[in-house]
């Protein structure tokens, strides 16, 4: 009886321990089940971080000079990749972005530097100041840039210089072309001391050596015009050598008057095609009371009943009305000079006619009435 007792006490500790024990195996196996998961989210981190650093690497290589934006995107993944290999990694990659940009900074500074230097012993300083200026903007903060600013300033007084000598070489080349030396010395004479350096101190000082010698022999040429005798065509008193052809021409105390109210254009001459007058000097005074203008024709002759003359037109606009004005025209070969007593302006105009030598004469346009008091004219050997 106590032997079965035993076997059935037995048998129950056996059945109790069996069930506790498959109570407890599920919770095991769940926590083993719950470690991979976790494993499986940093792997992922880890992949994710890897094609971020490739994209920020891939973008250093191929934006070199984009430097800022390589800084920034470095820094927001270093934080993202704290505690990771890829920290250290973008660590590099910026310390090797700052170094390939500094290094790309200097050495385009050194070419750009090479190419100024050059062209500078060439006396260019505009051109060097171009070559400065595509120095990239990339590399602004730089001190390199720094380097090129230093460089630039005193650049910009020569470039200055060198523009304002160019302006004065074309002044120079309009005054001579209107036979006006003399206008041409006084505007090399004013060109500023301060910028007569280097290459232009010896273009200039030729210059004004080659234009003192054509205004000295310009005032020998007047000194021998001065003695030659002028000759008069009109002083005042008789109009015997004009030949009035149209419009209406008469003296009137001491002047000559002329209007054109009917005709479409009122003329008259003095001399003849056989006059010697070819390279001379004309003194007019004048006066336009109403009309458009006034014509001085030179040079002339009839062709086929129609007058052929080179003109000269004297027009309100720069012969004020209602005033005489005392103008003094130098034929001189294919060139006529045209200045007005007191003023500095100087017109020149060139020949077109082909004629040689012939009359003068005035034409007027209808509705036009002027008066002449004074014309001479001194022959030029």
């Not at 062209?119 to 990239?136: C, D, H, N, S």
């Not at 205004?215 to 002028?230: D, G, I, N, Y």
């Not at 005709?263 to 006066?287: A, H, M, R």
Request: hydrophobic share 35%; with cysteine.
């Amino acid at each position: 009886m106590s032997t079965l007792r035993g076997i059935i006490v037995f048998a129950l500790v056996t059945a109790l321990t069996a069930a506790c024990s498959s109570e407890k195996e599920p919770p095991a196996a769940e926590s083993a089940h719950s470690a991979k998961p976790a494993q499986s989210e940093q792997d992922m981190r880890l992949s994710s971080l890897s094609d971020q650093f490739d994209r920020i690497s891939s973008y250093a290589q191929d934006n070199p000079r984009e430097l800022d934006k390589i800084l920034i995107q470095a820094k927001n993944f270093r934080a993202e990749a704290a505690g990771t290999q890829f920290e250290k990694k973008t660590e590099k990659l910026a310390a090797d972005a700052q170094a390939r940009f500094n290094q790309d900074a200097e050495e385009t500074y050194r070419k750009l530097r090479e190419e100024a230097d050059r062209l500078m012993a060439r006396g260019k300083p505009r051109q060097t100041l171009e070559v400065l200026g595509e120095y990239p903007a990339e590399f602004f903060s730089t001190k390199w840039q720094k380097k090129i600013d230093e460089m630039i300033e005193p650049l910009k007084e020569e470039a200055e210089a060198d523009r304002r000598f160019d302006i004065l070489r074309e002044d120079v080349a309009r005054e001579l072309e209107g036979h006006n030396p003399e206008a041409a010395l006084d505007l090399v004479d004013r060109y500023p001391e301060s910028m007569r350096t280097g290459s232009r101190k010896t273009q200039w000082d030729k210059m004004r050596s080659e234009l003192s010698a054509k205004v000295e022999a310009l005032r020998e040429q007047r000194r021998k015009e001065e003695a030659l005798p002028w000759e008069e065509l009109f002083a005042g008193t008789s109009m015997n050598r004009w030949a009035p052809q149209s419009g209406k021409w008469e003296l009137k105390a001491g002047v000559i008057v002329g209007k054109c109210v009917i005709d479409p254009q009122g003329f008259v001459y003095c001399g003849t095609e056989d006059s010697p007058w070819d390279n001379f000097i004309l003194e007019l005074e004048f006066k336009i009371v109403s009309g458009d203008f006034l014509v001085l024709g030179i040079r002339g002759k009839n062709e086929g009943g129609h007058s052929v003359f080179d003109q000269i037109e004297f027009r309100p606009e720069n012969f004020p009305r209602a005033k005489f004005h005392e103008v003094t025209v130098e034929a001189r070969g294919n060139v006529f000079t045209i200045r007005e007593k007191g003023e500095k302006q100087v017109y020149t105009q060139d020949a077109e006619s082909g004629f040689t030598k012939g009359p003068i004469c005035f034409f007027i346009a209808s509705g036009t009435e002027v008066h002449i008091r004074k014309v001479r004219i001194k022959h030029l050997k």
